[in-house]
Nanobody, 124 residues
Framework: QIQLVESGGGSVQSGGSLTLSCTISGRTDDGYLYAWFRQRPGGEREGVACFVEPGDARYAESVKGRFTISQDNAKNMVYLVMHNLKPEDTAMYYC??????????????????WGQGTRVTVSS
């Protein structure tokens, strides 16, 4: 069993940048694939970025070119670097982990480990 704790959220102005961090603890086998999801106010949870294999990332169209997911195995950390933030990026952001391979990309039902979330607010 692993535990995920997100940090790094905050309030920024449109065009700004933030880096979210996900601290991984517990059983940290290499077999996990990590992802970031978000839930906008009044909206459903949606996939933002994920690894389909170690080092091979996929992104939602809405964040492609602006967000980057990365992983530091030595530190047991996963990051989401966000640039050129827009008001529509305002959401609670969640780190998630799935064991083994994915059948579908950026789908929350593929993941069975979740953090509590960190809030990002982007003002215009």
């Amino acid at each position: 069993q692993i535990q995920l704790v997100e940090s790094g959220g905050g309030s920024v102005q449109s065009g700004g940048s933030l880096t979210l961090s996900c601290t991984i603890s517990g059983r940290t086998d290499d077999g996990y694939l990590y992802a970031w999801f978000r839930q906008r106010p009044g909206g459903e949870r949606e996939g933002v970025a994920c690894f389909v294999e170690p080092g091979d990332a996929r992104y939602a169209e809405s964040v492609k070119g602006r967000f980057t997911i990365s992983q530091d195995n030595a530190k047991n950390m996963v990051y989401l670097v966000m640039h050129n933030l827009k008001p529509e990026d305002t959401a609670m952001y969640y780190c998630a982990a799935a064991w083994g391979s994915l059948q579908n990309v950026l789908k929350d039902y593929e993941y069975n480990h979740w953090g509590q979330g960190t809030r990002v607010t982007v003002s215009s």
